[in-house]
Nanobody, 114 residues
Framework: QEQFVESGGGLVQPGGSLRLSCATS????????MAWYRQVPGNQRELVAH???????RYSTSVKGRFTISRDMFKNILYLDMTSLKPDDTAVYYC????????WGRGTQVTVSA
């Protein structure tokens, strides 16, 4: 059984919006926090947004003010709302624990292009 199943990616024009979802067998309220990461082929996976066990979100400089991380404690789903998307946001997006120590899912591709 996969621990993380990401969905919601797609092709969007610059300036557009997307909502990513992550269904997980982990608790989204885990003490380790939950996070979204992204990876471009040839580059290392990078942390995009993190939500701690009290629900406070923190963001990388490149997405702060444009992305919002949230969670549904009842459905056990992690979300990433992305607005004002830029071509540089193109990547495969993954969710994982805040420690990034669980097995990775398949991710969801986000492509920002005119």
């Amino acid at each position: 059984q996969e621990q993380f199943v990401e969905s919601g990616g797609g092709l969007v024009q610059p300036g557009g919006s997307l909502r990513l979802s992550c269904a997980t067998s982990e608790s989204v309220g885990t003490i380790y926090g939950m996070a979204w990461y992204r990876q471009v082929p040839g580059n290392q996976r990078e942390l995009v947004a993190h939500i701690d066990n009290s629900g406070v979100g923190r963001y990388s400089t490149s997405v702060k003010g444009r992305f919002t991380i949230s969670r549904d404690m009842f459905k056990n789903i992690l979300y990433l709302d992305m607005t004002s998307l830029k071509p540089d946001d193109t990547a495969v997006y993954y969710c994982n624990l805040g420690t990034a120590t669980a097995a990775w899912g398949r991710g969801t591709q986000v492509t920002v292009s005119a």
